[in-house]
Protein backbone atom coordinates (compact mmCIF):
# COMPACT_ATOMS: atom_id res chain seq x y z
CA UNK A 1 0.00 0.00 0.00
CA UNK A 2 1.09 3.54 -0.93
CA UNK A 3 0.13 6.57 0.93
CA UNK A 4 1.08 10.25 -0.93
CA UNK A 5 0.72 13.32 1.11
CA UNK A 6 1.11 16.52 -0.52
CA UNK A 7 1.77 20.24 1.35
CA UNK A 8 2.60 23.46 -0.10
CA UNK A 9 -0.70 24.91 -1.71
CA UNK A 10 -2.21 27.88 -0.49
CA UNK A 11 -3.01 31.52 -1.56
CA UNK A 12 -0.70 33.63 -4.28
CA UNK A 13 -0.62 37.05 -5.98
CA UNK A 14 -0.47 36.54 -9.97
CA UNK A 15 2.96 36.53 -10.79
CA UNK A 16 4.09 34.91 -7.69
CA UNK A 17 5.43 31.13 -6.84
CA UNK A 18 4.68 28.01 -4.88
CA UNK A 19 6.30 24.89 -4.30
CA UNK A 20 4.34 21.88 -3.77
CA UNK A 21 5.82 18.68 -2.12
CA UNK A 22 4.48 14.95 -2.85
CA UNK A 23 5.89 12.63 0.12
CA UNK A 24 5.61 8.90 -1.00
CA UNK A 25 5.18 6.48 2.40
CA UNK A 26 6.88 3.25 2.79
CA UNK A 27 10.91 2.65 1.71
CA UNK A 28 11.64 3.19 -1.44
CA UNK A 29 12.37 -0.60 -1.84
CA UNK A 30 8.76 -1.21 -1.70
CA UNK A 31 8.02 2.03 -4.05
CA UNK A 32 10.92 0.70 -6.49
CA UNK A 33 9.24 -2.66 -6.55
CA UNK A 34 5.77 -1.76 -7.65
CA UNK A 35 7.72 -0.15 -10.38
CA UNK A 36 5.72 3.74 -10.08
CA UNK A 37 5.14 6.28 -12.30
CA UNK A 38 5.21 9.64 -10.18
CA UNK A 39 3.42 13.06 -11.01
CA UNK A 40 1.04 15.93 -10.78
CA UNK A 41 -2.18 16.63 -11.69
CA UNK A 42 -4.71 19.53 -11.25
CA UNK A 43 -8.50 20.07 -11.20
CA UNK A 44 -10.26 23.73 -11.55
CA UNK A 45 -13.76 24.29 -10.97
CA UNK A 46 -15.59 22.88 -13.20
CA UNK A 47 -12.78 21.34 -15.00
CA UNK A 48 -11.48 17.54 -15.89
CA UNK A 49 -8.50 16.29 -14.22
CA UNK A 50 -5.81 17.05 -16.13
CA UNK A 51 -1.77 16.17 -16.19
CA UNK A 52 0.61 18.83 -14.92
CA UNK A 53 3.64 16.96 -15.24
CA UNK A 54 5.01 13.77 -14.53
CA UNK A 55 8.22 12.01 -14.64
CA UNK A 56 8.73 9.43 -17.64
CA UNK A 57 8.33 5.40 -17.15
CA UNK A 58 11.78 5.11 -16.80
CA UNK A 59 11.98 7.82 -14.18
CA UNK A 60 14.86 9.62 -16.56
CA UNK A 61 12.84 12.24 -18.23
CA UNK A 62 9.47 14.60 -17.58
CA UNK A 63 6.45 15.44 -19.63
CA UNK A 64 4.64 19.23 -18.91
CA UNK A 65 1.49 19.88 -20.10
CA UNK A 66 2.44 22.40 -22.94
CA UNK A 67 1.04 25.19 -22.01
CA UNK A 68 2.73 25.11 -18.57
CA UNK A 69 6.38 24.80 -20.08
CA UNK A 70 8.80 27.51 -18.88
CA UNK A 71 6.86 28.19 -15.18
CA UNK A 72 6.30 24.75 -13.90
CA UNK A 73 9.29 22.13 -12.84
CA UNK A 74 9.07 18.82 -11.62
CA UNK A 75 12.06 17.70 -9.81
CA UNK A 76 12.84 14.61 -6.86
CA UNK A 77 14.62 13.80 -3.75
CA UNK A 78 15.00 9.82 -3.97
CA UNK A 79 16.27 10.37 -0.46
CA UNK A 80 13.49 11.92 1.31
CA UNK A 81 10.68 9.87 -1.37
CA UNK A 82 9.38 13.75 -1.96
CA UNK A 83 8.82 14.56 -5.73
CA UNK A 84 8.32 18.32 -5.70
CA UNK A 85 6.57 21.05 -8.17
CA UNK A 86 8.11 24.56 -8.62
CA UNK A 87 5.43 26.92 -10.05
CA UNK A 88 6.63 30.36 -11.12
CA UNK A 89 5.09 33.32 -12.55
CA UNK A 90 1.55 31.78 -11.29
CA UNK A 91 -1.82 33.12 -12.82
CA UNK A 92 -5.60 32.91 -11.95
CA UNK A 93 -6.22 30.10 -13.55
CA UNK A 94 -3.76 28.02 -12.68
CA UNK A 95 -6.15 28.21 -9.28
CA UNK A 96 -7.32 24.59 -8.80
CA UNK A 97 -6.65 21.95 -6.47
CA UNK A 98 -3.30 20.18 -7.29
CA UNK A 99 -2.99 16.29 -7.09
CA UNK A 100 0.03 14.09 -6.62
CA UNK A 101 -0.16 10.57 -8.28
CA UNK A 102 1.34 7.80 -8.62
CA UNK A 103 0.75 4.63 -10.54
CA UNK A 104 2.33 1.52 -12.62
CA UNK A 105 3.05 2.94 -16.57
CA UNK A 106 -0.11 0.54 -17.87
CA UNK A 107 -2.61 2.25 -14.93
CA UNK A 108 -1.06 5.82 -15.11
CA UNK A 109 -3.93 7.45 -17.29
CA UNK A 110 -6.67 5.20 -15.60
CA UNK A 111 -7.37 7.48 -12.20
CA UNK A 112 -9.96 4.37 -10.91
CA UNK A 113 -6.44 2.38 -10.48
CA UNK A 114 -3.42 3.49 -8.87
CA UNK A 115 -2.62 6.21 -5.83
CA UNK A 116 -3.65 9.65 -5.46
CA UNK A 117 -2.53 12.14 -2.86
CA UNK A 118 -5.89 14.19 -0.88
CA UNK A 119 -4.66 17.70 -3.13
CA UNK A 120 -3.74 20.83 -1.93
CA UNK A 121 -5.35 23.98 -3.11
CA UNK A 122 -3.90 26.66 -5.14
CA UNK A 123 -5.71 29.98 -5.49
CA UNK A 124 -4.10 32.80 -7.38
CA UNK A 125 -5.20 36.71 -6.74
CA UNK A 126 -5.42 38.44 -10.16
Known amino acids: QVQLVESGGGLVQSGGSLRLSCTID????????????LGWHRQAPGKQRELVAR????????NYLDSLKGRFTISKDAGKNTIYLQMNNLRPEDTGVYFC???????????????WGRGTQVTVSA
Open 55 to 62: FTANGLGT
Open 26 to 37: GSTTTISGQNLV
Open 101 to 115: RAAPMYQYYNPDFGY
